[in-house]
């Protein structure tokens, strides 16, 4: 497996987002003059490897934020996603876990923590003892993560709160073809950093009224996220975050998030009931036997004024489509749900590789308080299943 080291990552994070940010994928005004912080947190995999750096944005007086940068050339890409509204201080969140586990067992001895994407792209922290794990407690919710599943499940299909090893289970061509797309990409942007234009840990400052993207006489991007209605002009952007009320409920808030943009208003007990989630005091997950019971009761839930179709292995095209007719979508990757409510598209990208291709994704994880990914990198994720929803005209 190939290997990033954490300079590298930042050398390239930093020429991927002054891309993003001049195509206009995220607002200048968001990371205009920030910098990728000179320190990261190490995300491991299940299996011991990094996987990803979790990197703050520093910007004095701006919102908090951070970057999740490839460490393993098998994502695909350097840049996987972004997020604002969310800050990340690895020395506090480790502190917490800390604290929680020695309210439970006092008796416990640990050496050592680490964060580990215990199921990408959510997080946990390890405690270890000579190495050996004692604890595993989900960020945020301070759970125990259960030890691995012995079961004759297949690959990439684990359940919404199991630990699985992104790097063990990832198909073989599909980590070929991502590691070939990787170091192709790379090896374009490294004659970049060779150069004068190079530029790559500061943001560049664009004053967005001089230089607004949508007057140059070549459009540059394809974006859009959900409004009132179609009219952007005369409505304003509309769609709300909820987060998961238990560990296993991502496809109850998900589901909530869709019913609620159609003016539904269900509370997520509600919906787990339909869904057979059981109880937030006995919660369980939705098994992949069961995906389409996501159609089933978005129809059922709106007597059938929704009309909802799920998508195995959705392509780009299916998103971008239904976000321009504003109805938003539900998004299953391995292990898990989300809510996908805008996409960008940059038009136009380097010489013989793919262009950024950005999903505006709205998690209901971490437990109660969820996460918005602006923008999360379509090429480095899995995709499985799609649901969306028309309404039913009379």
Avoid at 90 to 111: G, H, N, Y
Avoid at 155 to 161: L, V
Wanted: glycine share 8%.
């Amino acid at each position: 497996m190939a290997k990033i080291a954490l300079k590298e990552a930042r050398e390239l994070a930093g020429l991927e987002l002054n891309a993003v940010v001049k195509l206009g994928v995220i607002p200048a005004t968001e990371v205009s003059g920030a910098r990728i912080g000179a320190t990261a947190t190490t995300v491991y995999d299940v299996n011991g490897e990094p996987l990803f750096y979790r990197v703050p944005l520093q910007k004095r007086g701006g919102r908090p934020g951070f970057v999740d940068l490839a460490a393993d050339e098998a994502l695909g890409d350097s840049l996987l996603a972004t997020t604002f509204g969310a800050a990340w201080n690895e020395a506090a969140i480790k502190e917490q876990a800390r604290a929680e586990i020695t309210k439970r067992r006092r008796s416990l001895v640990f050496d050592a923590t680490r964060i580990v994407a215990f199921s990408f792209p959510k997080v946990a922290v390890q405690l270890l003892s000579r190495g050996q794990e004692v604890a595993m407690l989900e960020w945020g919710s301070w759970a125990d993560v259960p030890p691995a599943a012995v079961s004759g499940r297949k690959a990439m299909e684990p359940g919404n709160f199991e630990r699985w090893s992104m790097l063990g289970e990832l198909p073989v061509s599909q980590r070929r073809a991502n590691e070939q797309a990787f170091g192709a990409r790379a090896s374009v942007w490294k004659e970049t950093i060779k150069g004068p234009a190079f530029r790559g840990l500061e943001l560049v400052k664009i004053d967005p009224t001089k230089f607004p993207v949508e007057r140059t006489m070549i459009k540059l991007v394809d974006n859009r996220e959900l409004h009132y209605s179609t009219d952007d002009a005369t409505h304003h952007p509309c769609y709300e975050l909820i987060g998961q009320a238990t560990n296993v409920w991502c496809v109850g808030a998900s589901v909530q998030m869709v019913l609620r943009f159609w003016r539904y208003e269900y509370t997520q007990d509600r919906i787990a009931q339909a869904l057979g989630l059981g109880t937030r005091t006995s919660p369980n997950g939705l098994p992949y036997s069961r995906v389409g019971d996501v159609v089933t009761q978005l129809e059922a839930l709106t007597s059938n004024a929704l009309d909802a179709t799920m998508v195995t292995n959705p392509g780009f095209d299916l998103f971008r489509d239904e976000i321009r007719g504003n109805r938003p979508l539900i998004s299953f990757i391995p292990g898990h749900s989300r809510t996908v409510a805008g996409y960008h598209s940059c038009l136009l990208h380097l010489p013989g590789q793919l262009p950024f291709k950005g999903l505006l994704v709205y998690d209901p994880w971490p437990p109660n308080v969820g996460t918005i990914h602006r923008y999360e990198n379509f090429n480095t994720n899995t995709y499985q299943y799609a649901y969306h929803a028309h309404l039913t005209l009379v």
